[in-house]
């Protein structure tokens, strides 16, 4: 098979976790391949996956070799594969944008992101990288609230030719206006905000499911989410965390048949604990009236690390996203992004979203 060659922007701790599964899988045949929702995908195994351009604005990383710059500071997740070899691409300066908040200078170094000086590239600059590159695709790992940056690299990735993997929630691919314009050029897109593995989100949807299946009226819930990665530490700024809210609720209410009143649910990053590193935990509350309007509760406490959780979808995202390429599909991919994101252009119930995504994945579906 083809190598797939992707590009990243923000090599943060989702990249790092991505990039580890990928050296992680090389070693592994596919009945030791834990973790895997999909071990091949159109033929495509994880080690098929080449990282060949990448882009950041941290000092630790700008001029560092991917494999070097994933174990840099501030990137504090697991290391499930400390041995990643030497990929001979080196990570460009990006265009920092809105991409840091300066709240970050508050913090230490440790924990934080720090300017590089190194001059930014500007669009020409990054359309050059990607095409020079030959990357078929962007993963963007931008910190939440860079909706700037993200614009600016989906900008790129539209003049580059190359398809976009959002893995965050700016809303481009559930934009109608920016998905039209990968739709007019026959680029792929997937998004928005990648829904992790066994995430808050898809355990969240999956109750809900639950209690409605189950003729159980939800009358209010939350979901309050508590880590000490730079994810959280960005979303300390409030003003950064629209987009992640309206995501991370929408993905809730869009599995109940009748939406909560906004005041009947609270969804959301809920603060930052630093020595909680990348582990991320959940409370999630649940309360409900049942069988002769009986009243009910259900507590739940969902611990995780946090970038793993988001690798093991990105790595079968990037495949279905290959596959269109090599089919000429261009434009949304409606079904990897119903099962991959949060907020996708069109919201699915889950196991609706798992088939159709099997069925794209076996040709028996085109987007
Ligand atoms: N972990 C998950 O399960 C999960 C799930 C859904 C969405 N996400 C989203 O994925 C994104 C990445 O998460 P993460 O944990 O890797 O974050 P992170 O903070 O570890 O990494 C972000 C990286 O982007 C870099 N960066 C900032 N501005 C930039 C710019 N303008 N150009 C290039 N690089 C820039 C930073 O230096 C950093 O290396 C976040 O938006 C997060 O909310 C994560």
């Known amino acids: 098979m083809d ?35 999909h071990w091949e995908i159109g033929g495509y195994k994880p080690s098929d996956i080449e990282v060949v351009e990448a882009f950041d604005i941290d000092e630790r990383k700008v001029g560092k070799d991917i494999s070097d710059a994933i174990f840099e500071a501030p990137n504090c997740t697991t290391i499930f594969c400390d041995d990643v070899p030497k ?9 920092i944008l809105d991409g840091y908040s300066d709240h970050m200078e508050n913090y230490s170094d440790n924990n934080a992101f720090v300017l590089s000086n190194e001059k930014e590239l500007d669009k020409d600059g990054v359309v050059k990288a990607l095409k020079d590159s030959g990357a078929e695709m962007l993963v963007n790992y931008l910190p ?13 990735a539209l003049e580059a030719g190359v398809a976009f993997i959002n893995s965050m929630p700016v809303f481009i691919a559930s934009n109608p206006e920016w998905s039209e314009r990968f739709n007019e050029k026959n680029i792929p897109i997937i998004g928005d905000d990648i829904k992790a593995q066994i995430g808050a989100t898809i355990v969240h949807r999956t109750l809900s499911h639950l209690f409605q299946n189950r003729g159980v009226k939800i009358d209010r819930t939350y979901q309050l989410n508590t880590g000490g990665n730079t994810d959280f530490l960005n979303m300390l700024n409030r003003d950064r965390l629209n987009s992640k809210k309206k995501s991370k609720t929408e993905a809730v209410q869009s599995v109940l ?33 049942l069988f002769g309007d009986v009243p009910m509760n259900l507590e739940m406490r969902l611990s995780v690390e946090d970038s793993p959780n988001s690798g093991g979808v990105v790595i079968d995202a990037i495949r279905c996203c290959k596959l269109a390429i090599d089919r000429n599909q261009g434009g949304i991919l409606y079904s990897p992004s119903a099962y991959f994101m949060k907020h996708p252009p069109i919201q699915y119930s889950d196991d609706e979203a798992y088939n159709m995504t099997n069925d794209f994945i076996d040709g028996r579906r085109n987007y």
Request: hydrophobic share 35%; with cysteine.
């Open 3 to 37: 190598k797939i060659k992707i590009a990243i922007a923000g090599i943060g701790n989702c990249a790092s976790s991505l990039i580890q599964g990928i050296e992680y899988y090389k070693n592994n045949d596919d009945k030791e391949a834990i973790g895997l929702m």
């Open 87 to 95: 990929s001979g691409v080196r990570v460009k300066m990006g265009k």
């Open 144 to 156: 939440v609230g860079s909706e700037e940056a993200t614009r600016f690299y989906a900008e790129c």
């Open 257 to 289: 048949d009748e939406p909560l009143d906004d005041d009947n649910i609270h969804v959301g990053p809920s603060d930052y604990v630093a020595w909680q590193k990348d582990n991320k935990v959940c409370f999630l509350r649940m309360e409900g009236r």
